[in-house]
């Protein structure tokens, strides 16, 4: 399994950004859930948003709750991270997980087998 984020970039307050996450080798057909994580200099790794593996439920954080979109796009083994109202507490390197996860563990970041390079995300004031 290979997943391969990208998307990333500079933005000011306010900005938005789509990251998106191309999975390889996996079945979406009732296998992976797909998640992104954040890592901000000095902090823990934690969890953003995720999409179950059937693909039609979601999660997030309280942190990007309303902002922060998750989608997937079953036939380009692609799923997406839509960024808006972005502020400089998004600033991150933000990567993509992948996993056999189930509902009580999509937050824990050790449920992930699989994970993306990470993509730097920095917003201005």
């Known amino acids: 399994v290979q997943l391969q984020a990208c998307g990333g970039g500079s933005v000011q307050a306010g900005g938005s950004l789509r990251l998106s996450c191309e999975v390889c080798?996996?079945?979406?057909?009732?296998?992976?859930?797909v998640a992104w994580f954040r890592q901000a200099p000095g902090k823990e790794r934690e969890f953003a948003a995720a999409?179950?593996?059937?693909?039609?439920?979601?999660y997030y954080a309280d942190s990007v709750k309303g902002r922060f979109t998750v989608s997937r796009d079953r036939a380009m083994h692609t799923d997406y991270l839509q960024m808006n109202i972005l502020s400089p507490e998004d600033t991150a390197v933000y990567f993509c997980?992948?996993?056999?996860?189930?509902?009580?563990?999509?937050?824990?970041?050790?449920?992930?087998?699989?994970w993306g390079q990470g993509t730097q995300v920095t917003v201005s004031s």
């Open positions: 999409i179950f593996r059937n693909g039609g439920s979601t």
């Open positions: 080798g996996v079945t979406y057909n009732g296998g992976y859930t």
């Open positions: 997980a992948a996993g056999r996860v189930i509902t009580s563990s999509i937050r824990n970041r050790d449920a992930y087998n699989y």
